[in-house]
């Protein structure tokens, strides 16, 4: 039902022209995303989902939206190559999960690498209920300390590109870059 | 939508809700879902509900983008700050065992620690984010 929705939501997507309505329909998607991952009883992911994907990027799409206009332009060329790569791509992706162990089966080499350890020594070792928790912060500490950096120095980017002519007086209209 | 009462008055009411709710995420992330990265998020959302009621103006009054720029490195400086400390007292980087005598208190002090520092970054990240956007002038305009 949720993914009927999803495609559904994805499909208007890819339709719609005005990009307020595809605005709109991006934060639903992300909303069922969100209800998927709580379907499938990954609380965590579901929560960042419905907080960055349905809340922030909405928020900061609509600020988009108010510098560029509310109307896309009609694509200068035909869609069949960029759907025969999508459609090739695709079919490669398909082909590659045949080799894949069955979904969800208990013996599969992910669950034995070192999810067992986490599993049964994480209340023991870090003495913290939320495994989820305990794996993000202590197990995998250095991951989520690049994550961190990751997501300042991205913020640095988009400083550095927005924010640049903050020092200097607004050029008068038709004659900035467009930057 | 500054002249709405309605929008006006609700907004008001629920900032608070909002702000503790994302504190409550963050210091409650040990046992339920939830962690820094989340709250931060939240706290962000409150900031830019606000911005967009209220103006982004009477807002940056408050929460300057200084301060939001300071805290998006300050998080960084408090994650990559514990990893110090602990090697400091003795033990790995990031080994929170360092931090009290029983591994697993030091672990859930090390573990609050770099939620904060994450809870810091994306916070000043997000809004500052926020507010680049929101601050700038269309062509059309």
Known sequence: MLLTLLAAAGLALLRVRN???????AGIYSLLSAGLFT???AVDVAFTEAAV????????FLGALALCGHHESKPGHTPLLPLIVVLVTGGLLVWGTMDMPGFGDPANPVHHHVADHYIEESYPEIGIPNVVTSVLASYRGYDTMGETTVVFAAAVGVMILLAGRLGRRPQPEGKGDGG | MRE??????????LAPFIITFGLYVHFHGDYSPGGGFQAGVILAAAIALLALVYGL???QKVVTP???RACAALGVIIFAGVGVVTMVLGHNYLGYNALAHDPRHGQHYGILGVELGVLVTVF???VTVFYLFAGRRGRTQ
Not at chain 1, 19 to 25: D, G
Not at chain 2, 4 to 13: D, P
Request: charged share 15%; glycine share 10%; no cysteine.
């Open chain 2, 57 to 59: 103006d009477a807002v």
């Open chain 2, 124 to 126: 000043g990240v997000m």
């Open chain 1, 19 to 25: 990009l307020f309505a595809v605005v709109m329909l």
């Open chain 2, 4 to 13: 709405e009462v309605i929008v006006r008055v609700g907004a008001k009411v």
């Open chain 1, 39 to 41: 379907v499938m009883d």
């Open chain 2, 66 to 68: 200084r301060f939001v």
């Open chain 1, 53 to 60: 994907g349905a809340g922030i990027s909405t928020v900061l």
